[in-house]
C-alpha cells in the first residue's frame, strides 16, 4: 500500500504545496501539485488565512497520511523567514487538527534525499523530481518542485522496505538517489561493533 505523503515549501507569498504516493518500493507517483499564493498588499492576517483555507481544502481532498515541512532556518531577511514561519505554523494547526503528525526536514537533508548530494542547486533538485516522477517537465515554479521534493524525502525515510528486503528485482527500478538513500539509511541502522 502506498504512503501518501503532503509537502510543503512554506512561504507567505508563495506556498508551494505537493503531494505524492510512495510505493513499498519507493516508486514515487505524483498526486497533486500547486502553489497557493497571496498579494502582499493584503493585510496580514488574510494571507494566512487563504493559506490556511488553501491547505485545509488539499488535506480534506487527498487524504495524506504524512506531512513534510521544510524547517525554517536563520536567514539575514527576518521578514521572510517571519513569512516562512508564519504559513508553517497554519500547516502544523491544519495537520494537528486532523491528526497528523508533520515531520520537518532541512533544505540539505530534502537535496540529499534527492540528488544524492546536498548541496545540490535549485536545477537539480527540480531535474531530479521531474526524473523521480517521471513527469513530462519540470514543476514550476520551484516552490512547487521544493514541495514535491519535500514529500518524497519525507516518503523514502518513511516508506516501509521493499518486500525482496533490498537486492533484487526491487533495486532495478530505483534511482541512483534513492539507493544512495536506502543505503545510508541501512548503514545508520546497523549495529555497531565496539573495539
Do not use: Y
Not at 124 to 145: E, F, G, W
Amino acid at each position: 500500500m502506498a504512503l501518501r505523503v503532503l509537502g510543503i515549501d512554506p512561504g507567505l507569498t508563495r506556498c508551494g504545496v505537493g503531494i505524492v504516493d510512495i510505493a513499498p518500493d519507493r516508486r514515487a507517483t505524483l498526486v497533486a501539485v500547486e502553489v497557493i499564493r497571496t498579494a502582499p498588499e493584503l493585510e496580514l492576517a488574510e494571507r494566512v488565512r487563504r493559506i490556511q483555507l488553501g491547505v485545509a481544502a488539499l488535506l480534506d481532498e487527498h487524504a495524506p497520511s504524512a506531512v513534510a515541512l521544510e524547517r525554517v532556518f536563520a536567514q539575514h531577511n527576518v521578514r521572510t523567514v517571519m513569512g516562512t514561519a508564519q504559513a508553517s505554523g497554519v500547516v502544523l494547526a491544519e495537520a494537528a487538527q486532523r491528526g497528523l503528525t508533520v515531520a520537518l526536514h532541512t533544505p540539505t537533508e530534502v537535496k540529499a534525499a534527492v540528488t544524492g548530494h546536498g548541496g545540490a542547486d535549485k536545477r537539480q533538485v527540480t531535474a531530479m523530481v521531474q526524473r523521480i516522477l517521471r513527469l513530462d517537465a519540470p514543476p514550476k515554479p520551484a516552490d512547487a518542485a521544493d514541495a514535491l521534493a519535500l514529500a518524497i524525502c519525507h516518503g523514502w525515510r518513511g516508506a516501509p522496505p521493499s518486500a525482496t528486503g533490498g537486492a533484487g528485482a526491487a533495486d532495478a527500478g530505483l534511482t541512483p538517489a534513492q539507493r544512495a538513500w536506502r543505503d545510508a539509511e541501512r548503514a545508520s541502522r546497523a549495529p555497531r561493533l565496539e573495539r
